[in-house]
């Protein structure tokens, strides 16, 4: 057995014999959720329809009330909420599980991740898209009398057009006629290239233009002379003109010409950088933020929000 190999399986040996211990012989425990009954009241007038739900609520608040009336049935311990922390635990684990190396854990929660993604997207786009925009533009009384009955819409049978290019794009599944999907598929290619080509002239290029367009010398009736803004207005101009240099190639880069590539070459390196430091800052925070629900939310090691006591 090789070395690491022996090393993971003790680490995991001992990360499961310490939580056996916390869960049953630890005084607080760990990863428990806790929930709120709340009666919920319709807002239209007259109308006397009430239901409950459950929200949130700390193990804190939970002991306090428990404490004051052993009976009470407001606040409750949850195990489908409970369920659902140990599940997102396992698989943060089974993804951080790479970091060794490419292992069943890992593809068991890639795919179930990429699994749950597909199908909650289809269901949003079901319920968001298809039936308001879709079937509610073809024939909105049927939809009122099942799934919308506040649907305030005519029925317009210009949408038979994307229904009947729908069909011919799904078509691509079947086992002959797959190339009738390429149809709609073309047009769906072609009229979304020319919408964002539009967005991005206006929202890009022209923009850049305008923003490029400044003052060298920045002054002001109260103030005077501003030499900040001045020099960043410089700095700006500098770097989008010696940027486009680098990028003109019709004339060889030398002498003048190259060292202002070479200045394009410094702006674009460190607005590359920039770019990187903050992805991988979003990246970091992520991370943290799941560092930081495994040792409060799950193992209770933390309590920044000071919402649990022993019990």
């Known amino acids: 057995m090789k070395r690491e190999t022996?090393?993971?399986?003790?680490?995991?040996?001992?990360?499961?014999?310490?939580l056996i211990g916390r869960v049953f012989f630890s005084e607080h425990g760990m990863g428990k959720a806790y929930v709120r009954t709340v009666e919920v009241k319709s807002s239209k007038l007259n109308s006397a329809l009430t239901w409950t739900k459950h929200v949130n609520t700390t193990?804190?608040?939970?002991?306090?009330?428990?404490?004051?009336n052993p009976t009470q049935t407001e606040y409750k311990f949850s195990w489908s909420r409970t369920i659902g922390i140990w599940v997102a635990a396992f698989f943060t684990l089974f993804i951080l599980s790479f970091l060794y190396k490419d292992n069943p854990l890992y593809k068991i929660a890639e795919s179930v991740v990429v699994g749950v993604s597909a199908a909650y997207w289809m269901v949003v786009a079901f319920w968001t898209t298809i039936v308001?925009?879709?079937?509610?533009?073809?024939?909105?009384?049927?939809i009122k009398s099942w799934a919308m009955p506040?649907?305030?819409t005519e029925a317009e049978l210009i949408y038979l057009v994307p229904l009947i290019m729908g069909i011919m794009l799904i078509w691509r599944l079947a086992p002959n006629g797959s190339w009738i999907s390429r149809w709609p598929l073309a047009f769906i290619i072609g009229t979304t290239a020319g919408i964002r080509l539009i967005g991005f002239l206006h929202a890009d290029f022209l923009g850049q233009i305008r923003n490029?367009?400044?003052?060298?010398?920045?002054?002001?009736?109260?103030?005077?002379f501003d030499f900040w803004d001045s020099l960043k207005n410089i700095v700006i101009?500098?770097?989008?003109?010696?940027?486009?240099?680098?990028?003109?190639?019709?004339?060889?880069?030398?002498?003048?010409?190259?060292?202002i590539a070479k200045l394009g070459i410094w702006f674009l390196m460190i607005t590359f950088g920039a770019a990187f430091g903050y992805t991988v800052m979003g990246r970091i925070a992520l991370l943290a933020i799941r560092i930081e629900f495994l040792l409060n939310d799950w193992?209770?090691?933390?309590?920044?929000?000071?919402?649990?006591?022993?019990?």
């Open 6 to 18: 022996l090393i993971s399986i003790s680490l995991l040996l001992i990360a499961t014999l310490y």
């Open 59 to 68: 193990q804190r608040n939970y002991h306090d009330a428990v404490a004051k």
């Open 132 to 142: 308001p925009n879709l079937l509610g533009k073809l024939s909105p009384e049927w």
């Open 150 to 152: 506040g649907l305030n």
């Open 212 to 224: 490029t367009i400044i003052s060298l010398v920045v002054s002001s009736p109260d103030t005077g």
């Open 237 to 259: 101009v500098i770097g989008v003109l010696a940027t486009l240099v680098y990028f003109f190639f019709s004339i060889e880069h030398k002498g003048y010409v190259g060292k």
């Open 299 to 311: 193992l209770w090691l933390i309590d920044p929000s000071y919402s649990r006591v022993l019990m």
